[in-house]
């Protein structure tokens, strides 16, 4: 925001990697839903106060896809939250098909299940960070690049069925999807993602295995409407969803733990009995893309006074809504003991994130067992030489240099 | 505490079996929320509360007994 009289323009700046931009509160101050430009440059709501976002998270006459797409608001140049998405006539049903079918892949006693594979995984990473740190004594250690890049990566490959040997190829086609102003390459980049997916899910088709890919094609079977455009491009949404989000949250919330040693070492000395709740307060505090989660109105909404009109675009700050001081005290506190902790950061309503449970997983596994490795870690730079990813969909830092 | 679940409404999101394990589950076939103990045991009484508060379905009903 420059000023008072010129309609603000996302994503907004922010002091450093674990801060958000004053610019929401000041917006929220005036009214819980406000004008903005996206970065694309288009008009569209920002919705920064707790309450609304949870209203119209759970409100039905929000959604994905436009009554007329051609003139919808677009958010950037990426390839995905780029405008958009699905068919206005049929998405309640669509969506209520793709819940159900990977619902019991992501169920909580899947993931349980999955638990002694994800601590496995976890200790390979942390080997990996013990070599390095070993062949190199004095230098940082990567976080990113041996942990929080890795791990969930790995994970995620296991529940989808997807060659790890592929990383390379499927994390230069992530990046390129959600670069926001990639345009042409973002597109181009995607039609390449799709063309990975479907060769994966021909070979699931041959020899089925015990994963979700393997879950599509045999709903596919049964289902024709489900078509193979629809298969790629849930597939590699899932791929890219799966691993830059919590791949952030590690990142992150080793961040927050080593900002602060009384922190840290409150944390280190009783992992066990910190980490859930530890957990939720990551999950609150982490400041993600800069743009928040796209709906488009699909009829006249009042929502606290303002009149949102079919086929506007809604953008929900979620990173705005947990820190709204009429639902947290003390909103920029890092607390792990507030309770309780009702953040929006997998979304909520019909439309929550489904990789909700896993992700809890994953941050419940990597924290404990990273402290008990390396009870003394500290960051290796100043928080200030920390860049934040400003031009990508899921937000994140490059690079978490650790050492002890 | 009385608890009590709106299995239609609920959207497979699994959030309460995380948070509460002794309390809920989940059907294998389409994840939606098993009610385990029409009480949540004394060691879950505030998660199952967490439970009812970030239900994204707002499927989950506590009533103080």
């Given amino acids: 925001m420059t000023t008072t009289e010129e309609t603000p323009r996302l994503p907004f700046a922010r002091a450093d990697a674990l801060a958000i931009a004053p610019d929401y509160e000041a917006l929220r101050r005036q009214a819980p839903v406000s004008r903005v430009l996206t970065p694309a440059g288009d008009p569209a709501w920002l919705v920064t106060s707790f309450e609304e976002a949870k209203e119209i998270f759970r409100d039905k006459r929000f959604g994905r896809s436009h009554p007329a797409p051609e003139q919808a608001s677009r958010i950037s140049h990426a390839a995905i939250q780029d405008g958009p998405s699905g068919d206005f006539d049929t998405e309640e049903q669509e969506h209520k098909r793709m819940r159900r079918m990977l619902a019991p892949a992501f169920s909580a006693p899947r993931m349980r299940a999955l638990g002694d594979r994800i601590e496995e995984l976890t200790t390979r990473c942390l080997d990996d960070m013990r070599a390095a740190h070993d062949a190199h004594p004095g230098e940082p250690v990567n976080l990113t690049e041996l942990l929080a890049f890795p791990l969930p990566v790995l994970v995620i490959c296991e529940l989808l069925g997807v060659p790890f040997d592929d990383r390379e190829h499927f994390r230069n086609l992530s990046e390129r999807i959600a670069v926001m102003d990639g345009g042409a390459d973002a597109q181009a980049a995607m039609t390449e993602f799709k063309d990975y997916m479907t060769g994966l899910a021909d070979a699931k088709r041959a020899n089925p295995q015990a994963d979700v890919i393997s879950d599509m094609v045999a709903v596919q079977a049964d289902d024709p409407t489900f078509t193979d455009d629809d298969l790629a491009r849930m597939g590699a949404g899932l791929l890219f969803a799966g691993h830059e ?23 280190a000395a009783d992992p066990e009995g910190e980490v859930n709740q530890t957990v939720e307060e990551i999950l609150r505090m982490t400041a993600t893309s ?10 006249d909404v009042e929502v606290a006074g303002t009149r949102i009109m079919r086929g506007d675009a809604v953008l929900i700050s979620s990173d705005a809504a947990n820190r709204d001081a009429a ?6 506190e890092f607390d792990p003991g507030r309770t309780p902790n009702v953040h ?21 596994t990597v924290f404990p067992a990273l402290f008990r490795a390396f009870p003394q870690m500290r960051l290796a730079v100043g928080l200030d030489d920390i860049a934040v990813r400003v031009n990508r969909v899921a937000g994140g830092v490059d690079r978490v240099p ?3 | 505490m009385k608890i009590s679940v709106d299995t239609g409404k609920c959207v497979s999101s699994g959030q309460c079996v995380l948070l509460a394990p002794e309390t809920f589950d989940q059907n294998e076939d389409d994840g939606t929320v098993v009610l385990l103990a029409d009480e949540p045991p004394a060691g879950e009484r505030d998660a199952a ?3 009812e508060l970030t239900c994204p379905a707002a499927a989950i009903r506590l009533a103080e007994a």
């Fill in chain 1, 245 to 267: 989000t919590t791949s952030t949250r590690i990142a992150m919330g080793v961040l927050f733990l080593l900002t602060d040693t009384a922190r840290r070492d409150r944390f």
């Fill in chain 1, 402 to 404: 650790v050492t002890w």
């Fill in chain 1, 327 to 332: 639902a947290f005290a003390d909103p920029d």
């Fill in chain 1, 344 to 364: 929006l950061a997998f979304g909520t309503g019909a439309h929550v994130c489904i990789g909700a449970n896993l992700a809890r997983t994953e941050l419940r």
């Fill in chain 2, 49 to 51: 509360r967490q439970a």
């Fill in chain 1, 290 to 299: 800069g743009t928040g989660l796209l709906r488009y109105a699909h009829e």
